[in-house]
């Protein structure tokens, strides 16, 4: 493939994007597909734009097998807003929820749903400074509560869930913004999903929201209309306009999705990208250190060390030299991070497993 003098993209939000998906954008840019304009301009009422929309939709409940009794939402707002939509909509039973915190989004979510109602948090792995995942099981949570929340993939950390918290009937809530789309997911094991785009989809700008049915309708009277999930809904997501141009490309990325196989293929070769640069850190007798538990290592973000902050530094830039970017860990944590989207194609891994193994013998 011709990548135009295009940079390898490490970043972990906003991130890359499937060329092929680019360049569909860039050749309907100024007329959709004849109609004389670009989707950033037209009517959201349009019938262009209502087949977009329609599409979008269809094509990710056939990605994700969503069942019919739940509702896919493409809201704005991104993660935050979701950390606040998540206990006013559902909080709303007894007003507990239980939070699984494993890293520094659950962590907001927690705080944010304390504003709202009585949150126990059931396990903490911030003892290892979240190097890992904590077991969980059904006696861990409180009966009634209202639901249990994790985050299904920890973007700043490295790590994701090998498993699916058993929460009985409690519905169990995931962010799952930096993993949806690489793995396939058993939604009827969730009361909602949630993911900003920026991250395995889309530009930034929608949020998915996959909610059971029964679940939404139940905001308190005072909710502001734009939080409430039911509301959206009930008009398609377009009670007010969407953000149209995210929603667009939400679309084309699932139409690519499918051409090269469904997520079943997308996390055969995730995986297979993974492992590339794993091995290439646990095979550099020491060099290069991931501090995530081997079994809860993240397929998407993939965050090591040297141990050497001016080593570390060094890699950046010189990596940035030779045309791959955004390798330089959360501002939070420092050290490295390169982040493999669905979108990165095997060949930038390979590019960057030949820099490690260069930079090492250049400078052990
Ligand atoms: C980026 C990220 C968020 C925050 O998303 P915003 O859209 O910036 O609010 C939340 N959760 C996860 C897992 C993320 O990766």
Redesign the pocket.
Known sequence: MDYNNRVFNFS??PSVLPVEVLKEAQEQLLSYHGCGQSVMEMSHRSKEFEGIITEAEADLRDLMNIPENYKVLFLQG???LQFSMVPINLMNGSGKADYIITGA?AKKAAAEARKVGDVRVVADSSDKNFTYIPKVSREDFRPDADYVYI?S???IYGSHFPYTPDTGDIPLVS?M??CILSEEVDVTKYGLIWA?A??NVAP?GV?IVIVREDLIGKAPDNTPVYLDYKIHADKGSMYNIPPCWSVYIAGLVFKYLKRKGGIKAMHDLDVKKAAMLYDCIDSSDGFYTCPVAKEDRSLMNVVFVTGNPDLDAKFVAEARAEGMVNLKGHRSVGGLRASIFNAMPVEGVEALVDFMERFKKANR
Do not use: I, R
Request: aromatic share 6%; glycine share 22%.
């Open positions: 972990a939000g991104g993660g935050h989004w985050c993939n920890n973007t962010d913004s930096s900003g920026q991250k930034a949020t």
